[in-house]
């Protein structure tokens, strides 16, 4: 991932420091919600027509786009298989999560 | 410019004056005639808004919240079950902190079906974090949705206006309309703090830790501390704008008053004429109408209600297995103030039953023939 950030967990110290809602407090970075996957996305980009229609649609934006291709964060992936329905070139096959 | 408007219209102005950018509602019963107005402004251009038609009132209240995450000022408008539907999303939204403002006509709840009046659909929704202005005049709508935008983007916490069904919403009065440069001047444009910008990428109201949960909820709680202030501060200013004063409650005539009766919505202009036909009898009454209910106005009322040997709360809602809403806040504002006061609770007007000037009087009579209250709550005009 060539924007990835670290999934360093935040703590203040004071209210006072914090803003007054709920942002950026780092939790959508430290919570590795990978682990939660059954299935995992796999991407044949060699059949890729590079539509981002996978991009578009992941609900973690777990799909990173790299040299115009699809790449999948499996720190985040839940394993929804949204990108695999809605690929037009099937390219994207979800299979059991090895452990 | 003066029009004669119902009072659903005059939220609709009120809108449109505060020049709302983006309006989502869900158009069917129990939705009024405010939405109505306000598509029909937007769709022949008075008003340079997106109107947004959803499926419900919880996607009403969540495409609003989207809006306003993103820096658009936004208006909605619904009523009863509709505000039921959205009670999730009223936390969301100031949970995080959107200065929504929202029209509510105050229509009793079902089962039985109803479009009358009572309180408990808006009273339900207390702890919700919105603030909530009960009007008593169609003026008083139109006026109070521009001053709740300029108080809830102050203070980052959504605000309900909330009008009686029919009495108000579906009555028409002569109401004044601001010009626009003068609304212009006296509410600036939405500049919120924090957007969702592509610009300035975040992500909002996510997963929240023990560690930070408690504070938020704390900053919340102390900014809602600092409305009745900004409240007082803002109406001021719109009265030396528009020579109408926006307070947190009206007191008419209670310095002297043995019987103080204390109301909210129309029942505080009916109390008026009650107050008044009883004083020419020699019955020295007076009337608290109390239009902030959150942040519940708590010097005010004190500062009114000190050393008063009697006060007549009349609510038009029930807290099931309590009291009247309004007269559990009254007693709690009282409560450590010296004794000699006394609250007597009454509950009328349940579903639309009329609350008439002879209702205030067989409130005041009771009052005025017993040293204390002999129930919880005093049932008024129910057939029994």
């Known amino acids: 991932m060539t924007k990835k950030k670290e999934g360093k967990k935040i703590v203040f110290q004071s209210e006072k420091e914090m803003p007054m809602m709920a942002m950026s407090l780092g939790s959508m970075l430290y919570n590795k919600t990978g682990s939660w996957r059954n299935i995992r996305p796999e991407i044949k980009t060699e059949a890729c027509i590079r539509c981002g229609l996978c991009w578009k649609f992941c609900p973690d934006t777990a799909i990173e786009i790299e040299d115009e291709l699809p790449v999948v964060d499996y720190d985040y992936c839940k394993g929804c298989g949204i990108c695999a329905a809605e690929c037009p070139a099937g390219c994207i096959v979800m299979v059991e999560e090895r452990r | ?384």
């Not at chain 2, 626009?180 to 975040?202: C, G, I, S």
């Not at chain 2, 043995?258 to 007076?286: E, N």
């Not at chain 2, 959150?294 to 297995?321: E, Q």
């Not at chain 2, 559990?328 to 349940?350: H, R």
């Open chain 2, 1 to 384: 410019m003066k029009k004669v408007l119902m009072g659903n219209h005059a939220l609709s102005f009120g809108a449109m004056l505060s020049r709302s950018q983006v309006i989502a509602a869900y158009p069917i019963t129990p939705q009024t005639q405010v939405v109505e107005l306000l598509s029909e402004m937007c769709a022949d251009g008075t008003l340079d808004a997106r109107f947004i038609k959803v499926e419900s009132e919880h996607s009403a209240m969540a495409a609003c919240i989207g809006a306003s995450i993103a820096g658009a000022r936004t208006f909605t408008a619904t009523s009863a079950q509709g505000l039921a539907l959205m009670h999730e999303l009223l936390h969301w939204a100031s949970g995080g902190r959107l200065p929504i403002v929202m029209g509510n006509i105050n229509r009793a709840m079902a089962p039985g079906w109803s479009i009358w009046s009572d309180q408990n659909d808006s009273l339900s929704q207390r702890d919700t974090g919105w603030m909530q202005f009960y009007c008593s005049s169609n003026q008083e709508v139109l006026d109070t949705v521009i001053q709740a935008f300029k108080v809830s983007e102050k203070l980052s916490i959504p605000s309900m206006v909330i009008l009686d069904a029919f009495s108000l919403s579906h009555t028409y009065e002569v109401v004044n309309i601001p010009d626009q440069a003068d609304v212009d001047a006296y509410l600036p444009p939405f500049d919120p703090l924090y957007r969702l910008t592509p610009d300035d990428p975040h992500a909002f109201n996510g997963l929240t830790s023990p560690e930070h949960y408690f504070e938020l909820r704390y900053k919340l709680e102390r900014d809602m501390e600092k409305a009745p202030a900004l409240i007082e501060e803002t109406g001021r200013e719109y009265e030396r704008q528009f020579g109408r004063y926006l307070g947190l409650a009206d007191n008419y005539l209670c310095e002297d008053a043995d019987v103080v009766l204390v109301t909210s919505g129309t029942a505080g202009s009916t109390a008026r004429v009650a107050v008044d036909d009883l004083r020419k009898s020699g019955v020295r009454v007076g009337n608290l109408r109390i239009k902030v209910f959150r942040p519940f106005p708590f010097d005010t009322v004190r500062r009114i209600l000190k050393n008063k040997k009697k006060v007549a709360v009349v609510d038009r809602n029930i807290s099931y297995g309590h009291h009247g809403i309004f007269a559990q806040e009254v007693k709690s504002a009282l409560y450590g103030q010296g004794e000699g006061t006394t609250v007597f609770g009454y509950v009328c007007g349940l579903g639309g039953r009329d609350i008439t000037p002879q209702t205030f009087r067989e409130i005041v009579d009771y009052a005025r023939t017993h040293e204390a209250p002999e129930e919880g709550i005093l049932w008024i005009g129910v057939k029994r």
